[in-house]
């Protein structure tokens, strides 16, 4: 996992695999986690441009994070989703829980 921790702001922005299913959400999960506890995050920024593919691990993955992040005052966003993407978040209900900008 890729992933940029912005001091001056405070935002931690990871950007998502290709393919978030079942077999890369347990380390996104264990990431994500390691990197919030790590540093004082007062935002989390999920970058999908390389993400083609998503399944209900993944959705579990971001509204796990959306959770930790809003529990310690933050705020969650997702950036760059292409159709499929949206389409996800749409059925899924997570663009109820997670800001999204183009």
């Known amino acids: 996992m890729k992933h940029k921790f912005q001091e001056d ?3 931690l922005l990871i950007h998502m ?7 890369t959400s347990l380390q996104l999960r264990e ?4 990197l919030l506890r790590r540093y004082p995050v007062r935002g989390i920024v999920f970058d999908f441009q ?3 593919f998503m399944d209900s691990s993944g959705i579990g993955v971001i509204l796990g994070r959306c959770r930790n992040v809003s ?4 705020q969650a966003l997702a950036v760059h989703l292409n159709e499929q ?3 996800i ?13 183009a």
């Open 9 to 11: 702001t405070g935002y």
């Open 17 to 23: 695999p290709r393919e978030v299913d079942h077999h």
């Open 31 to 34: 990431e994500a986690d390691f």
């Open 50 to 52: 390389e993400t083609v």
């Open 71 to 74: 529990l310690a005052g933050g």
């Open 85 to 87: 993407v949206k389409k």
């Open 89 to 101: 978040f749409c059925m899924s209900g997570l663009q109820k829980v997670i800001s999204i900008e």
